[in-house]
């Protein structure tokens, strides 16, 4: 049986021509960036093209962008660094909407001293830039807001947000790991001082991500033990890795249009597949309707939990998520779906649909008849 994966949200496969850029720095082109001879050197330009390519298709200098391991180490190092850096100001604002990347780090500092202003979304999960003003203290050190939440797919205003942190000289970190690839932004257009990415989700390698630092941006780095990146992150680089970064960047940004067009088509189908088949009043729609992620769709089936729909959809070869926590073998309740105020019957039976890479309008229209078969057999 042929599987049917819908989770491209959590990764994504490695496109072929990502993988053909790669294999050479795992053989002939072995050497460590560090060393001073040809082997190293040849690594080393890799890396500085890799670099220069994605600065550019960012909008930024290559100066500001440091490689990491992911999404989370980006995450991490700019929350960290920054307060670190704040000369003695403790206060962080985020949201209770952000990915646990995000949340645990603040977490930690608040058992470290820090104070931190959850902000809570409204039922659509959107933050208002007014919620953020009003949260804004004479100590804050951070403010950080996600540019597309990873299980409902809205967008935040981070523009105005990132607004309202220049103007009071405080440090506005965006985690963009789901953003990347899927919309059109330039570093250069936004009031961001700190931005994170991560490849294995636009068709890239895992293990490798990347943190814009703005020019004016001092960040204490939270690793020590060799030069690399500036001094700011060492460790050897991984070089087959990051050149996998930047081909995949190259492919998603270029083919930026039609990939948004094709899911936006697989969402629709999805949409209009569960309305035919389970009918329009038996499922709710999770997110902003307009202001979103064009791969992400968020369903909640009320009367069927989230864990029986997903086990009983991967019986059937279809790959979703719930898009929430995996403790020791059972779901927790997204606390996401829980900051939005919604009802336990939503956030109870909610599954993430994600869209990308070798998806077709068949592939959607099976899924959708198996869901709305195994909804009506478990609400039975």
């Known amino acids: 049986m042929k599987g049917i994966y819908l989770d491209h949200a959590a990764t994504t496969p490695l496109h072929p021509d990502v993988l053909e850029a790669m294999l050479p720095y795992y053989g002939e082109k072995f050497g460590n960036p ?18 220069a390519a ?17 999404g989370t180490e980006s995450d991490n190092f700019a929350i960290f660094g920054a307060v670190a850096a704040a000369g003695g100001k403790r ?15 603040c977490e930690q ?16 999960g959107l933050i208002a830039p007014e919620q953020v003003a009003e949260a804004i203290r004479r100590d804050t050190a951070l403010i950080s807001v996600m540019f597309g939440n990873n299980e409902v797919g809205t ?6 947000i990132g ?12 985690d963009a790991v789901q953003a990347l690839g899927k919309i059109e932004f330039a570093l250069s257009d936004l009031p961001v001082d700190l931005m994170s990415f991560s490849a294995h989700k636009i068709n ?32 050897t680089e991984n070089v087959a890795g990051i050149v996998g970064f930047a081909k995949a960047l190259e492919i998603a940004l270029d083919e930026l249009a039609e990939r948004r067009e094709h899911t936006e088509r697989l969402r629709a189908a ?43 959809l991967d019986l059937e070869g279809i790959a979703v998520s719930s898009g929430s926590a995996c403790t020791s073998g059972s779901l927790e309740v997204s606390h996401v779906l829980e900051a939005m105020h919604l009802p336990e019957s939503v956030t109870k039976s909610a599954v993430r649909f994600s869209f990308g890479m070798g998806n077709s309008m068949q592939d959607i229209e099976t899924a959708a008849e198996k869901v709305a078969t195994i909804v009506k057999r478990v609400r039975k």
């Open 54 to 70: 994605i600065a550019d298709r960012l909008g930024c200098r290559t100066n500001e962008l440091i490689f990491t391991s992911g």
């Open 270 to 312: 999805m949409l209009d597949g569960l309305a035919r088949h389970l009918g329009e009043g038996n499922f709710v729609v999770n997110g902003h309707p307009t202001l979103r992620l064009p791969h992400i769709l968020n369903v909640s089936f009320p009367g069927a939990e989230t864990e029986t729909l997903i086990m009983g």
């Open 91 to 105: 206060h962080i604002i985020t949201t209770r909407i952000e990915h646990h990347a995000v949340l645990h780090p």
């Open 204 to 235: 890239g390698p895992k293990g490798v991500g990347a943190l814009y630092i703005n020019g004016r941006q001092h960040l204490t780095p939270l690793l020590f033990g060799g030069s690399q990146e500036r001094k700011r992150r060492p460790g």
């Open 163 to 174: 607004q309202l942190a220049r103007d009071r000289g405080i440090a506005f970190h965006v």
């Open 34 to 51: 560090s060393s001073v001879h040809a082997f190293g050197q040849a690594a080393k330009k890799a890396v500085d093209r890799a670099r």
């Open 109 to 124: 500092l608040e058992k470290l001293g820090c104070d931190v202003t959850y902000l809570e979304p409204d039922r659509s």
């Open 155 to 160: 967008l935040e205003p981070i523009a105005e």
